[in-house]
Structure formats: structure tokens, C-alpha cells
């Protein structure tokens, strides 16, 4: 059974940093994009950044470039998303998610964890 479960979230106050965490279990997941997702109450999902499904491009919503960095870590089966510079509209539940040669539309991804809460007080 494929699970994603992210941590890292919390309270941060604005231009401060967090690091969400997630690891991957329960399949091989060559092939697969991972991403990070993001959603507000009455809002659609939005992307916001992603590995490519080779593992070696990296691409970021327009909103938070020069911000946030996904990185991975294989030996963990970890993907991480460092966010620099909080504001306040980027408070959101984040989302991971792994989809087989998926790109940046959440409707490409086939497992989603459970989202973790950030919120940036001004």
C-alpha cells in the first residue's frame, strides 16, 4: 500500500523558514514525479513545485520561485520542501503527491498524503 506522509508544518511568523518533510513508502516509485501541492478553504489545489519524473529538473510555481527548494534524499525515500521567506498568503495545507510521469495539474497525481498545516502570522 503506497503511503505519503508529510510533517514539518506549523506557526511561523512572516519571513520565517519551515521544512516539510515526506517519505514515500510501499512501491518503487521510478517513474513518478513528486510534488508539493498546496490548497486554501475555497480554493483549488495549486501547485507548487515538483521533480521531474527523472528526478532531475526541479520546477516551481511562479509564487514562490526564488523561495521555496524541493529537495530529495533516495537512501530515505524523502522528499523535502524548504520555504524561506514566509508570507502570509502562502498559508495553506500542503500537500505531497506522486504521479507516474506527471507534470505540474494535480489531476496527473495518483497518491496524495494526508497534507500538513502552514500558516505565517504578519
Known amino acids: 500500500q503506497v503511503q505519503l506522509v508529510e510533517s514539518g508544518g506549523g506557526l511561523v511568523q512572516a519571513g520565517g523558514s519551515l521544512r516539510l518533510s515526506c517519505v514515500a513508502s510501499g512501491r518503487t516509485f521510478s517513474g513518478y514525479s513528486m510534488g508539493w501541492f498546496r490548497q486554501t478553504p475555497g480554493k483549488e489545489r495549486e501547485f507548487v513545485a515538483r521533480f521531474s519524473w527523472s528526478g532531475q529538473n526541479t520546477y516551481y510555481a511562479e509564487s514562490v520561485k526564488g523561495r521555496f527548494t524541493i529537495s530529495r534524499d533516495n537512501a530515505k525515500n524523502t522528499v523535502y520542501l524548504q520555504m524561506n521567506s514566509l508570507k502570509p498568503e502562502d498559508t495553506a495545507v500542503y500537500y505531497c503527491?506522486?504521479?507516474?510521469?506527471?507534470?505540474?495539474?494535480?489531476?496527473?497525481?495518483?497518491?496524495w498524503g494526508q497534507g500538513t498545516q502552514v500558516t505565517v502570522s504578519s
Open positions: 503527491a506522486a504521479g507516474y510521469y506527471a507534470g505540474s495539474r494535480g489531476s496527473e497525481y495518483d497518491y
